[in-house]
């Protein structure tokens, strides 16, 4: 190739690959969260820390404490305590789970108590 043509090729060769760039290039756009999934109760925002409770002597011996925890009322939009109080055990060596709110991507999902 004489010098001359490569002086001509070089602007053609800048050109398309300042045009390839600048065409793949998009602005940031977050993800959008994944839906909620059906019949979860969700929270936007996080709950408060949970209240200290005294916990009462239990009054039988097939009964265990479940603590209280908060509960989000979507309608007021607030944060509503719900004390803690005693259950009869289903059977004699079962332990309560409490339940807890998580953190996911589409808000506080709230993790139900159980038996184990």
């Known amino acids: 190739m004489r010098p ?14 300042l045009g390839a760039a600048t065409a793949s290039a998009q602005p940031y756009q977050p993800a959008s969260p994944p839906p909620v999934p059906p019949g979860e109760l969700v929270a936007p925002i996080a709950p408060p820390p949970p209240r200290e409770e005294m916990i009462p002597p239990p009054p039988g011996e097939r009964l265990v404490w479940q603590p209280g925890h908060w509960r989000w009322e979507s309608g ?6 719900f004390a803690g109080h005693y259950v009869e055990r289903p059977h004699r060596l079962a ?5 807890h709110w998580m953190q996911r991507p589409w808000g506080w999902a709230w993790v139900p108590g159980h038996w184990r």
Do not use: S
């Open 95 to 99: 332990e309560w789970e409490p339940g």
């Open 76 to 81: 007021r939009h607030e944060w509503v305590w």
């Open 4 to 17: 001359l043509q490569r002086f001509r090729v070089l602007p053609i060769v800048v050109a398309l690959a």
